[in-house]
């Protein structure tokens, strides 16, 4: 009985990480290839309310994550051709953004507000998914959830096991020096920028679609932003970063759980606390751990211009 | 540039067999500057062929359009006789065309194996690569550990990454920019023993150098390039280093001379057993280095780079304090905890070894960075405002002064050539008239004309009663310029020796971290006490 208990929170717990794990992801692989999006949170709530805007005009919770993923994808390209075209600076470009994604997903969600959905479906095996223990957390999840351990996996193989992601590790480490070897330096980028504006933008679909399926304006609260702190944290290493995110996840669920008992302590504080602990846990683990070189992409957030 | 060559531009036909790779009537323009102006290039399987020219010559953008990172404006180039495109580096390196960059393109933080990787036309699982890697290292005597990442590499070591990858795709033409400007006489020996391996085997190497004794040795032919145009082709073995700077400068260069040197004047820069932690990742510690300049003495420090050169620069001129205000003192006054300003005021200058960046804010205008290091010690602002005529008129005395060519009247300082700047950067600190000068790598990627021009002004600012410092890993410089001359090894300075009494192959073994007679820090030695140089490892 207690193992499905634990089970239950386990659950949970994966739920509150996930879109942590769809928006760091992307943003590991395009902060490795040396660009700094600092509109990861912008990408995910516009991403939030198109996505559930798609599924209610169509019914379809496929295409309205879809749609959340071609939100934020088309957001990253605006702020692709700014900075990986045109070299504006990417710092003032990320934030503006932000700023820009949080006005359209109010614009878009603006009739949306107060509708509710079904949640995304979960997967359900006879047999499988009944198991005790286990079977709800490893065969009775959303697509989602899957489709975020997957893509962890999935980024980890690319960028340490196949030459393009040798070669967008090289980018973002000198791009001078990859330009100077003949390699597409804005091409990987501007590819690279796509893909964590998808992946931001399905995050945020998540949320309006599985994780709470309604729409309310600001609804990511700021986990874009953690997400941007987990990649830091994470020191660019993908498990790191699904790890950090399940940390975030436990810490979330927990202080809901604390604040249904009834602690006696401010609900803002408890709802800070796994912000807290997130980035507390992540700067503990960097510590000690440089030998040398250096932990980030070199040429991260430095804008490159091709020699003539 | 996207129209196919006119047949109108014809390939001359020399006597003589086809050459390997030809370039003729290359013209390659940047808006209204014409960096090549119809340049002709030969180059035949077998040999090594000198590029000559001075900085800004034009020598790089013509390797560049070698190499496909460049699309020449008008010419074309040939392959065996054929016109070929090359539009990336790509179909150059298809060509069997390979570079080796003056500025290593490396990505520090990779290892050797993935660097090499990059450019590997098809993926190769690591471990044959690293097969692959051995193979060759032991063939050539190019050892590399695969798996080491490129930061923890000495200068040398990235060198041979850059060769072994260019040997991988078993080039026939291999380009070498400066390539000896980072290593020790020692891994410079060691390099010349491949090239000249490499042509042995058939293969055409390009090398471009501003060391003349160099090319003298590898090379049978030799083009000279001057302001993008050639303007002789000669046997550099049938030239002196003299005649062949005449040619690139189209002056005959000024020999440094030395006033008379009077008895050394009073002590007036003092370093007593100076310590310091490494200041960063990269960077090396110093050890108890104890020095003394008088007045009217130059004292050179050799040694290769990364051998705690930028720190005891740093500590010299105040960008790093010392850990006590004795440990370096000026005319007698312990300056080690004062500011860059403050020694400024009394009386030191300082010349850092980055032109751009360090030395001068390439995005800034050459007054404003006259104001930069002089504003201290000038009157160069009244009430807070900055007095820009004044700043104006001191920029053109430095400008006139030591013959800084330039674009505009007040240019930024990025847009000059890197020995304009350099001249530029010397010539504000030397105008000062300063008591204690401290320059790291006075001359390093200038020409000839504009070395002679800066070493001629510190010998004779020496001259006239100043202390003066200079870090270099260019021995020939430091024999030219130096009374005295110390080794900076592995953060250890060795105790000064005065250069007349020791010689180029002391020096180069002591850089190269050899300590003689199994004595802690090292010390040079002078010449009829010196062991037999060894001759230069083949065998690693």
């Known amino acids: ?86 070299a504006a600076n990417q710092v003032a470009s990320g934030l503006s953004l932000t700023i820009l994604g949080l006005g ?53 193989w690319f960028l340490w096991r196949t030459r393009t992601g040798l ?22 980028r501007f590819l690279s920028v796509l893909f964590g504006g998808a992946c931001a933008g399905l995050g945020g679909a998540y949320l309006s ?53 009834g602690l006696g302590l401010p609900g803002q504080l408890l709802s800070a606390v796994p912000y807290l602990a997130t980035i507390l846990a992540l700067v503990l683990l960097s510590l000690g751990q440089r030998h040398g070189g250096s932990l980030a992409p070199a040429a991260l957030g430095r804008v490159f211009t091709p020699s003539r | 540039m996207d129209a196919a060559p006119s047949p109108a531009i014809g390939i001359p036909r020399n006597e003589g067999p086809t050459p390997l790779f030809g370039a003729y009537g290359i013209v390659k323009r940047f808006g209204s500057f014409t960096a090549n102006d119809g340049v002709d290039l030969e180059i035949r399987a077998g040999e090594i062929h000198a590029l000559l020219g001075e900085n800004g010559a034009g020598k790089s953008t013509l390797m560049k359009m ?111 920019d400066e390539p000896t400007s980072v290593l020790t006489p020692g891994e410079a020996e060691v390099l010349f023993t491949v090239l000249e391996r490499l042509r042995e085997e058939g293969r055409a190497l390009l090398y471009i150098s501003h060391r003349l ?18 303007v002789g082709a000669c046997n550099p073995r049938e030239e002196t280093a003299r005649s062949l700077a005449a040619m690139m400068v189209g002056t005959a260069v000024r020999e440094v001379t030395h006033r008379k040197r009077g008895t050394p004047g ?47 620069f740093a500590a010299l001129s105040g960008e790093i304090r010392a850990p006590s205000p004795e440990a370096v003192r000026i005319d007698g006054q312990p300056v080690g905890s004062l500011g860059i300003n403050a020694r400024r005021r009394l009386g030191a200058g300082f010349v850092p070894e980055e032109r751009n960046g360090h030395a001068a804010a390439p995005l800034m205008s050459l007054s404003e960075n006259v104001l930069l290091s002089r504003y201290a010690t000038v009157p160069l602002t009244r009430f807070g405002c900055l007095k820009l005529g004044s700043a104006r008129d001191l920029a053109r005395r430095v400008i006139d002064a030591f013959d800084v060519r330039k674009a505009g009247p007040d240019p930024a300082a990025g847009t000059l050539s890197g020995g304009n700047l350099q001249k530029f950067v010397v010539g504000r600190e030397i105008l000062a008239e300063p008591g204690v000068l401290v320059i790291n790598q006075p001359s390093w990627g200038v020409d000839a004309a504009a070395a002679a021009h800066i070493r001629q002004a510190v010998i004779d600012l020496a001259a006239r009663g100043a202390a003066i410092l200079v870090i270099s890993q260019d021995l020939v410089e430091l024999f030219e310029m130096a009374g005295k001359l110390s080794v900076l090894n592995d953060g250890t300075l060795s105790p000064a020796v005065p250069s007349a009494e020791t010689s180029r192959e002391a020096v180069g073994l002591l850089m190269g971290g050899a300590s003689d007679h199994g004595s802690a820090g090292g010390s040079l030695p002078p010449v009829h006490e010196m062991a037999p140089v060894p001759l230069p490892a083949h065998a690693h």
């Open chain 1, 104 to 156: 359209l997903s109010g614009l878009v969600g603006a009739s949306y507000v107060g509708m509710k959905r079904d949640p995304a479906p979960h997967l359900s095996i006879p047999g499988l998914t009944d198991l005790p223990g286990i079977g709800k957390l490893l065969f009775g999840q959303d697509a989602f959830v899957y489709l975020a351990v997957g893509l962890v996996a999935a980024v980890w």
């Open chain 1, 1 to 86: 009985m207690t193992l499905d208990i634990l089970q239950m929170v386990l659950v949970t717990v994966l739920a509150a990480a996930t879109p942590l794990i769809l928006a760091g992801i992307g943003e590991l692989l395009v902060e490795r290839s040396g660009v700094l999006n600092l509109g990861v949170e912008g990408m995910m709530i516009f991403g939030a309310a198109v996505g559930f805007a798609v599924a209610m005009q169509t019914g379809s919770t496929l295409l309205g994550a879809l749609g959340g993923a071609g939100a934020g994808l088309l957001l990253s390209a605006l702020f692709g051709i700014l900075t990986v075209g045109l």
């Open chain 2, 266 to 312: 009073r002590e007036r820069l003092r370093v007593d057993r100076l310590s310091l932690p490494a200041p960063g990742l990269h960077a090396t510690s110093l050890r108890d280095v104890t020095l003394s300049v008088a007045g009217g003495e130059i004292l050179g420090i050799a040694g290769i780079a990364g051998n705690g050169q930028a720190e005891l």
């Open chain 2, 213 to 230: 004794d160099e090319v003298r040795r590898l090379c049978a032919r030799a083009t000279i390039l001057r302001a993008g145009k050639v």
């Open chain 2, 66 to 176: 070698l190499y496909g990172l460049l699309e020449p404006t008008e010419g074309v180039i040939t392959h065996k006789g054929d016109i070929v495109q090359l539009p990336n580096p790509e179909a150059a390196r298809r060509l069997g065309i390979g570079m080796v960059f003056q500025h290593f393109s490396l990505c520090e933080n990779l290892t050797v194996a993935e660097n090499i990787a990059l450019v590997m036309p098809k993926a190769l699982s690591g471990k044959a690569l690293a097969a692959r890697i051995a193979r060759l290292g032991a063939d050539y005597g190019l050892h590399l550990d695969p798996s080491r990442p490129v930061w923890s590499l000495s200068a040398g070591e990235r060198q041979r990454i850059e060769i072994v990858r260019c040997l991988l795709q078993d080039p026939s033409l291999l380009i070498l």
């Open chain 1, 167 to 188: 070669i967008l590790r090289a980018i973002g480490d000198d791009h001078v020096a990859t330009h100077a070897l003949g390699l597409q330096v804005r091409k990987v």
């Open chain 1, 209 to 261: 679609l599985a994780y709470t399926p309604f729409w309310a304006p600001g609804m990511t609260a700021g986990r874009g932003w953690i997400a941007l702190a987990l990649v830091v944290f994470a020191s660019w290493k993908p498990v790191r970063v699904a790890a950090g995110a399940l940390l975030f996840g436990g810490a979330t669920v927990l202080q809901l759980h604390a604040q249904a008992a």
